[in-house]
T-cell receptor, first 111, second 115 residues
């Protein structure tokens, strides 16, 4: 199949805590994954990507982990802020730039 | 440097009508992709244009068609609108093949409502 799915549709965290958003994929041949953030009324915004020859990649306050054995990736957000409230999508990049998106996880940050 | 721009931002149509949505890619980008995003769902790939030709297509009926112009801008046309076509239509641009980076940049979308 060609599914990229998410374990939880919603996630609520306290401001300052760390957030972890999970994603499962089914295509074991996939070799490139991207996390996007989508705020209300806006298009998806690139956060971080990872290739299958890596198992971890860090950005500013964000880390993506890839476990190819169980076909799972996660997005970790450190010291979550109210501005992080949004829907987060993982996406699998297929040849020639076609993206397969999951359903999304809505992150809500409580002050 | 302007990002991806789409017009209009909102549109209301009735069943059976036809609609045209427009997209200007990010400066320097030559490839345009279109996605449909239903409420509460992830975006679904419609098709991609490069060098004024449809490069690949997702699982959408022929009612959905597109065009790319020499200046790389693009249009999405939907004929015989159905209620189920109501969605946010997203345009994304990227560098073409062989240019080292196919990362997609998205516009804010056109919200289409079919009544």
């Amino acid at each position: 199949g060609e599914n990229v799915g998410l374990h939880l549709p919603t996630l609520s965290v306290q401001e300052g805590d760390n957030s972890i958003i999970n994603c499962a994929y089914s295509n074991s041949a996939s070799d490139y994954f991207i996390w996007y953030k989508q705020e209300s009324g806006k298009g998806p915004q690139f956060i971080i990507d990872i290739r299958s020859n890596m198992d971890k990649r860090q950005g500013q306050r964000v880390t993506v982990l890839l476990n190819k054995t169980v076909k799972h990736l996660s997005l970790q957000i450190a010291a979550t802020q109210p501005g992080d409230s949004a829907v987060y999508f993982c996406a699998e990049n297929r040849p020639r730039g076609k993206l397969i998106f999951g359903q999304g996880t809505e992150l809500s940050v409580k002050p | 440097d302007a990002g991806v721009t789409q017009s209009p931002t909102h549109l209301i149509k009735t069943r059976g009508q036809q609609v045209t949505l427009r997209c200007s890619p990010k400066s320097g980008h030559d490839t345009v992709s279109w996605y449909q995003q239903a409420l509460g769902q992830g975006p679904q790939f419609i098709f991609q244009y490069y060098e004024e030709e449809e490069r690949q297509r997702g699982n959408f009926p022929d009612r959905f068609s597109g065009h790319q112009f020499p200046n790389y801008s693009s249009e999405l046309n939907v004929n015989a609108l159905l209620l189920g076509d109501s969605a946010l239509y997203l345009c994304a641009s990227s560098l073409g093949p062989g240019q080292g980076n196919e990362k997609l940049f998205f516009g804010s979308g056109t919200q289409l409502s079919v009544l």
